[in-house]
């Protein structure tokens, strides 16, 4: 896994260089193409944990939805934007991109749902932030141009590079716990007493 994770690594930071130094349509298509193939990468991460899931009841219906609302919000964005494609390469650049986007949302909220580890949530916020990152870039191309959107693309995409980095290091120092996280925990517990105490403003 070590070497899947060095990959992921090198593809993005290639992929940045390419949309960094920008040499034209080429070089935003080999990002765009970089950028996909290091989200594919993080999908086969993904798919080594969903060998141990198990769907059941409301999960699968909580994922049924998921992937409704992802594929209909991906179909409006191009319904929006798809008199702005230069060519079909292009074109078939973004549906594919945008595909990914939906395969790697559905199944990092299928593993936070099945797990609700810490280790789940940082990979689920990742991949929110990538993605959010993806859509504010599409925005900006394709539909209206806003340097306010580009900035926050850019803060996104490296708090999605920071928390990749957080995932990588806690899976290789086994400082993450597959233990669930119980929200309830974090909150002061109330008592029959403290219900009864009558608060003057």
Known sequence: MAHVFLTIFLVFFVGDA??????????????????????LLLAFVLLSKLKKVKFEGLVTVYLILVLL?????????????????????????????????????YLAFAVYLSRETAQSITFLLMVFCFVFADVL?????????????????GILHMAGLFLLYKY????????????????????VPTTEKLRQITVHL
């Open 137 to 153: 870039n599409y925005i900006c191309n394709l539909y209206v141009y806003y340097w306010i959107f580009e900035f926050f693309e």
């Open 18 to 39: 390419f949309a960094v130094f920008d040499f034209g349509s080429l070089s935003t298509e080999l990002s765009k193409a970089l950028y996909m193939g290091a989200y």
């Open 69 to 105: 609302l992802n594929s209909y919000f991906l179909y409006a964005l191009y319904g929006v934007a798809k008199e702005n494609f230069v060519d079909d390469v292009n074109l078939i650049l973004y549906i594919c991109h945008g595909i990914t986007l939906i395969a790697i949302t």
């Open 168 to 187: 990588v290091y806690d899976h290789h120092t086994n400082r993450y716990s597959e233990k669930r996280i119980n929200f309830s925990e974090y909150f």
